[in-house]
């Protein structure tokens, strides 16, 4: 892939996009947890919400996993796809190796902090990438061959 001949994926698209993932991942998590917690769950008041990690493994940890995957194996989360996005290797342009997917994930986290300054970079940065896709070496771009 030449990396000249690629149209980079703007802000709004890339938040629908973000928007599709957060239900997919709502509507899979919420009736696992509350069969784990039943109605106790949400409530901050009830110390059985506390117990084990149930709640860290199916909210955090199990997203967090299948996110990397699909950034490996089909290079986009289902509401990239869904938008014909694509997140490659910035350089190459070919699939994110294990460690650069890790990476980028966790660097979501460093995008959000200041107030989503991070994420609003893509507003303003010439390829459209965010702080997690400069710290992560990445591009997302829309390829309508999806």
């Known amino acids: 892939m030449h990396l000249n001949d690629v149209e980079y994926a703007g802000f709004w ?16 998590t919420a009736p696992v947890l509350y069969l784990m917690y039943g109605s106790v769950y949400g409530d901050a008041n009830n ?9 860290v493994v199916v909210s955090w940890i199990a997203p967090a996993i299948a996110t990397i995957l699909f950034w ?3 290079q986009a989360t289902p509401g990239k796809m869904l938008f014909a996005l694509k997140v490659i290797d910035a350089e ?3 699939t994110l190796k294990l460690g650069q997917a890790i990476g980028r994930y ?3 986290y460093i995008s959000f902090l200041p107030l989503g300054l991070g994420v609003i970079w893509i ?3 010439s390829k459209k990438r965010s702080w997690h896709d400069k710290l992560a070496n990445t591009v997302v771009i829309r390829d309508d061959r999806l």
């Open 13 to 28: 698209i890339r938040l629908g996009a973000t928007v599709v993932d957060m239900i997919l991942i709502t509507v899979i």
């Open 72 to 74: 490996i194996y089909r």
């Open 123 to 125: 507003v303003f940065d």
């Open 92 to 94: 190459t342009g070919a």
């Open 106 to 108: 966790f660097a979501y």
């Open 47 to 55: 110390p059985e919400i506390y117990r084990g990690m149930g709640e």
